[in-house]
């Protein structure tokens, strides 16, 4: 229960890290109808209306519906280490090469199952690396990760 738990905490920040405004800010019938308006409620109607009807994704493809897709994406939350005391998980499980959280963390990034044991064991091997003091931030230990991923020829291909 608990390796769902945690895979699902990465996994849902993962995949709900999503752009600001994708196709912009007005992009599809939802925001037409709750044009105006502000707050949860009328985000949420306004996402269930453009995802339901897909006008959104056509109007990003015809250029119609409000959208333009000619903008940068941004994103402005947080690393999925700093998820609810996820890194401190994802450290003690790199200490010893093998764990739940190492586990999710691997299926976030869209490592292959068959690279996963060797991520764990070059995270492992790397541990003081990547932890090298004990107030290390999520955004730190992802970009040590990243490092150590690059200059790994078996893993370099999963970090850009």
Request: hydrophobic fraction near 40%; include cysteine.
């Amino acid at each position: 229960m608990k390796k769902f738990i945690i895979g699902a905490a990465i996994l849902g920040s993962s995949m709900s890290a999503g752009a600001v405004a994708p196709g912009g800010p007005g992009c599809g019938w939802g925001n037409l109808l709750f044009e105006g308006s502000s707050g949860l409620p009328a985000h949420l109607l306004a996402t269930i209306v453009n995802g339901t009807s897909g006008n959104a994704t056509f109007g990003m493809t015809s250029g119609t519906n409000g959208c333009d897709t000619s903008g940068t994406l941004t994103y402005s939350g947080q690393s999925l280490l700093a998820m609810n005391g996820v890194l401190e998980e994802v450290a003690q499980d790199m200490a010893v090469g093998h764990g739940e959280a190492l586990t999710a963390l691997t299926v976030a990034m869209e490592i292959e199952p068959a690279d996963r044991a060797h991520f764990n064991t070059t995270m492992h091997d790397h541990f003081g690396q990547i932890f090298p003091r004990e107030d290390v931030s999520a955004a730190e230990v992802m970009q040590r990760i990243n490092t150590v991923m690059a200059g790994d020829a078996r893993l370099s291909r999963y970090v850009s």
